[in-house]
């Protein structure tokens, strides 16, 4: 995919699909990402989620920095100061 196209995308999923809602004060939109992912597991990886459970890891502590980042911790940091800060 060429750096336009990725960049389009980028911007679809922030401003089209909500992405950026997330990140509001009140992080309600994380909350439900994160109460969904819980339900995801519960209902498709039952010992996993069971298992997590067992030891009181919900799902905030380990996938709320990949939904907040956009898995941006993955990347160079100049890089990721490129793409946002395109926005």
Do not use: C
């Not at 939109?29 to 919900?58: A, P, V």
């Not at 799902?59 to 946002?84: C, D, E, K, N």
């Amino acid at each position: 995919m060429s750096e336009e196209d990725a960049f389009k995308l980028l911007k679809f999923l922030m401003y089209d699909i909500g992405l950026r809602k997330q990140y509001r004060p009140d992080m309600v939109t994380l909350q439900i990402q994160m109460y969904q992912l819980s339900r995801l597991l519960h209902d498709y990886h039952r010992d996993l989620y069971n298992h997590l459970e067992e030891f009181e890891i919900g799902p905030s502590l380990y996938a709320a920095p990949w939904f907040l980042t956009m898995f941006a911790s993955q990347f160079p940091l100049g890089f990721v100061a490129r793409v946002f800060g395109k926005f």
